[in-house]
């Protein structure tokens, strides 16, 4: 079966520190990857979504970037933090299929407060 | 721009009631529609899939329904419990895309 596995599940930075959030999937070859941000209270912010390695699509222009070393791989970094960048980080994967019908597998999510 | 919004606002609702939710979208016409269960702390799972041509989907307690004229989908819960509480989304996919609304929150009373 497949499963996502994202860390840490919680983060405490300070202003102006870098940062690295991994994520890794199980049990499927070639997934879409994505990743979320959801601020306290909010909906789900697309960020970055990946449907390759070396692929990365960024809907948001920010301090972030991503990256897809591996196939089952994607990795969310920041070389300063901003105190906006609080939030809670969802990683997620689908099935790579061109019908767009397929579920979002979600993980556990990383907790990130910037102080 | 495409927008996708649900209620805001918390739902309270006796047990054994049926809860409906709202999923409203505008500025595009997606052909799926998705709805998930968040829990405090959790990230999202996956509950249900509606294509555009079917007007009704059912899954135990669960049903969905698509009305393309009015841009919405309703979801709902039937017989609910106090373990139904939890926030739901709904979401459209569309070129590897998906897009979330901002979830309503149900709080089932016991």
């Known amino acids: 079966s497949q499963t996502i596995h994202q860390w840490p599940a919680t983060l405490v930075q300070p202003v102006g520190s870098p940062l690295s959030l991994e994520c890794t999937v199980e049990g499927t070859s070639n997934p879409n990857l994505y990743w979320y941000r959801q601020a306290a209270g909010r909906g789900l912010q697309l960020l970055f979504y990946s449907v390759g390695i070396g692929q990365i699509s960024s809907e948001v222009p920010q301090n972030l970037s991503a990256s897809r070393p591996q196939d089952r791989q994607f990795i969310l970094s920041s070389k300063k933090l901003l105190l906006s960048d609080s939030g809670f980080y969802l990683c997620?994967?689908?099935?790579?299929?061109?019908?767009?019908?397929?579920?979002?597998?979600f993980g556990n999510g990383t907790r990130l407060t910037v102080t | 721009s495409q927008k996708i919004e649900q209620n805001s606002e918390a739902l309270n609702i006796q047990e054994g009631k049926t809860a409906t939710l709202t999923c409203n979208y505008t500025?595009?016409?997606?052909?799926?529609l998705q709805w998930y269960r968040q829990d405090p702390g959790r990230g999202p799972v996956f509950l249900l899939l509606?294509?555009?041509?079917?007007k009704e989907k059912r899954k135990e307690r669960l049903k969905v329904t698509f009305d393309t004229t009015l841009k919405q989908s309703l979801f709902h819960i039937t017989a609910s419990q106090p373990a139904d509480s939890a926030t739901y989304l709904c979401a459209t996919s569309g070129t590897y895309k998906y897009i979330f609304g901002t979830g309503t929150r149900l709080k089932v009373l016991a």
């Open positions: 509606i294509r555009e041509n079917e």
């Open positions: 997620a994967w689908a099935s790579d299929t061109s019908s767009y019908n397929s579920p979002l597998h």
């Open positions: 500025n595009y016409s997606p052909a799926y």
